[in-house]
Every structure is written in structure tokens, then in C-alpha cells.
């Protein structure tokens, strides 16, 4: 069975960078059928995509966060990470982790439960 | 970028009523969307990709129709643990979520 599971600060301060794991156990990030996302989603508000990684180490990052996000991989210990720079009050949100499917069309289907990040000095 | 429009923001319905729900994309996707439903503190649920094809374990009350821009979602005859709120997303550029239809209790 997939599981993935974010892990990292609840709190971040105002400037400071924002830093979340996710770890995937159950399948391998290495396998290139599978891309692994970045996704969040401000209270009581939609879903947005942040960016997502092959394990190769390819990404692809949302146009208007790209200035300041970076996503990375470490297949040896099976995570993928996400930093967000400079973070304002606007990136408070509940962030999730996610795998695409190339067997899906590329679609998301394992997440993880998501890890509510607060921004806040 | 795509932007994905959902209407209606709000579906009141009863149980074993059916569900018809929108989701209109700026310019073409062809077939590349996909429907996710997602209950209140819970990450959001695979239930349609292709525009039609449901992932697995997903109910056959569940149906997604059409192409190009114009989609839908179809709960034939809604249970109780359906009501909850329902996005479309499309990867064919980039990747972006709609605006969400939440299907409330009547």
C-alpha cells in the first residue's frame, strides 16, 4: 500500500523559508511512472498546485510561485522535499503531498493527509 | 495558464437525488482531467481521470463525461458519505484545480 506522509515546521516566520518532507513508503521514487507533487490549499479555499519532481531530478513548477520554490529529491531515503522562500501570511495554508501516475494519464493518486504550515512571527 | 470555472459552487440535494456537476476549462484540454473528491479534513480522493475513466474502487454511481473544454461530473443517485466537495483539475498545462462544487445535504 502507498502511503506518503508530510513532515516539517508548523510555524514559520514572516521572510523565513518554508521547508516540508514528504516520505513515500510503498513505492520506489526512483521509478520514472510516477512524478511526486507539491500541492495546498488556503483555509476553506481551492486547491493549488506548488511544482512536482521525477525521481530523475526533473521538475515542473507553477508559474507564479517558481521565483521562489524548489523541489527535491533523495531516492535513497525514498522523500522528496519542498522549500518555498521569502513566505508571507499568503502562503498559510494546508500542504500536501502527492504522487502522479504515468498509469493514470499522469494523474494524482496517492496523497498524503496534508500538514498545515501557519506563518507568524 | 488554464483556468478551470466549476458551477454550481453549491449543489443541495437529497440522498438518492443525482448530481450534476460543471467544469468549463478556459481553452481545450482534450481529454486530461480528472475529478477529485474530498471530505472535510481529509485529502482530496482520486475519482475520475481521462475525463472518464474511474480510478479504482471508485463507485459506478460515479461517471465523467466530455472533451475539449466542456466536462462533467455525474452522481447518479447520491449516498450520504457523497456529500462532500468535488474539484476538476487538468494537467494538459502545467497543472490547475477548479474552484470546487460542494454537494451539500438538502
Known amino acids: 500500500q502507498v502511503q506518503l506522509q508530510e513532515s516539517g515546521p508548523g510555524l514559520v516566520q514572516p521572510s523565513q523559508t518554508l521547508s516540508l518532507t514528504c516520505t513515500v513508503s510503498?513505492?520506489?521514487?526512483?521509478?520514472?511512472?510516477?512524478?511526486w507533487s507539491w500541492i495546498r490549499q488556503h483555509p476553506g479555499k481551492g486547491l493549488e498546485w506548488i511544482g512536482y519532481i521525477f525521481g530523475s531530478g526533473a521538475t515542473s513548477y507553477n508559474p507564479s510561485l517558481q521565483s521562489r520554490v524548489a523541489v527535491s529529491v533523495d531516492t535513497s531515503e525514498n522523500q522528496f522535499s519542498l522549500e518555498l522562500y521569502s513566505v508571507t501570511a499568503a502562503d498559510a495554508a494546508v500542504y500536501y503531498c502527492a504522487r502522479g501516475n504515468a498509469f493514470l494519464e499522469w494523474f494524482l493518486d496517492y496523497w498524503g493527509q496534508g500538514t498545515l504550515v501557519t506563518v507568524s512571527s | 495558464e488554464i483556468v478551470l470555472t466549476q458551477s454550481p459552487a453549491t449543489l443541495s440535494l437529497s440522498p438518492g437525488e443525482r448530481a450534476t456537476l460543471s467544469c468549463k476549462a478556459s481553452?481545450?484540454?482534450?481529454?486530461?482531467l480528472a475529478w477529485y473528491q474530498q471530505k472535510f479534513g481529509q485529502a482530496p480522493r482520486l475519482l475520475i481521470y481521462g475525463a472518464s475513466n474511474r480510478a479504482t474502487g471508485v463507485p459506478a454511481r460515479f461517471s465523467g463525461s466530455g472533451s475539449g473544454a466542456d466536462f462533467t461530473l455525474t452522481i447518479s443517485s447520491l449516498e450520504p458519505e457523497d456529500f462532500a466537495v468535488y474539484y476538476c483539475q487538468q494537467r494538459s498545462n502545467w497543472l490547475t484545480f477548479g474552484g470546487g462544487t460542494q454537494v451539500e445535504i438538502k
Open positions: 510503498g513505492a520506489s521514487l526512483s521509478s520514472g511512472d510516477h512524478y
Open positions: 481553452q481545450s484540454v482534450t481529454h486530461s
